[in-house]
């Protein structure tokens, strides 16, 4: 089965530091797609960050970076100079096939930004 | 470009009845997804739609849930008859297409079975 598993259900860090959210996924597929997606109060999420798991390079999208080490099958997230409006819950997210909807989530990391 | 648009935003109910949410994508797309979000987990697929037809239903427990999207636009889920771990708050998202298209997520109904 495949699954995605964030082992940190909550982190904070202070405003302009940088923040790392961990991520392993299992799966025997060969061709999938990773993402970080955010979710404020509002419940509507956002996608953060996206990486096909054929690049070797690390996705990178002004403020967030991942750190993508597939025999390991881990993903990170970076944040760095962390603003009060990225706190919100995290979740990573998988998928293959290329089908960037039919998600498989975990169960998220709730980060804090405190000023 | 108008969002993924989702009602009602809140809904309570009593077990054993009946519930419906509403869905209507953002224009032009094809792929229709319903999520259920359980609190403290992350989202989990119920269905995808691609136009009209179902592509993948395999976690809708269709003993109790049935979702159509009769000519290919807005969609409706439903819920006959709600039990207490119906609690959730329910997603909808749409894409342009199934494959290589990034998926934009409403910011869904939350519903409490009492």
């Known amino acids: 089965a495949q699954t995605v598993t964030q082992s940190q259900p909550e982190m904070s860090v202070q405003e302009a530091e940088t923040v790392t959210l961990s991520c392993t996924y299992d799966?025997?597929?060969?061709?999938?797609?990773l993402f970080w997606y955010k979710q404020p109060p509002s419940r509507q999420m956002i996608l953060v960050i996206r990486?096909?798991?054929?690049?070797?390079q690390n996705a990178t999208e002004n403020r967030f970076s991942v750190n993508f080490q597939k025999a390991a099958k881990s993903f990170s997230l970076k944040i760095s100079d962390s603003q009060l409006g990225d706190t919100a819950m995290y979740f990573c997210?998988?998928?293959?096939?290329?089908?960037?909807?039919?998600?498989?989530f975990g169960k998220g990391t709730k980060l804090s930004v405190k000023p | 470009e108008a969002g993924v648009a989702q009602s009602p935003r809140y809904k309570i109910i009593e077990k054993r009845q009946s519930v419906a949410f509403w869905c209507n994508p953002i224009s032009g797309h094809a792929t229709l997804y319903w999520y259920q979000q359980i609190l403290g987990q992350g989202p989990k697929l119920l269905i995808q739609f691609q136009n009209n037809g179902v592509v993948d239903d395999s976690q809708l427990p269709k003993d109790r849930f049935s979702a159509e999207r009769l000519k290919g636009v807005d969609s409706t889920l439903k819920i006959q008859p709600a039990k207490l771990e119906d609690s959730a708050v329910y997603l909808c998202?749409?894409?342009?297409?199934?494959?290589?298209?990034?998926?934009?997520f409403g910011q869904g109904t939350r519903l409490t079975v009492v």
């Open positions: 799966t025997s597929e060969s061709n999938y797609y």
């Open positions: 990486q096909e798991a054929y690049k070797q």
């Open positions: 997210a998988f998928t293959h096939g290329g089908s960037q909807g039919n998600l498989i």
């Open positions: 998202a749409s894409s342009l297409s199934p494959m290589n298209t990034e998926a934009f």
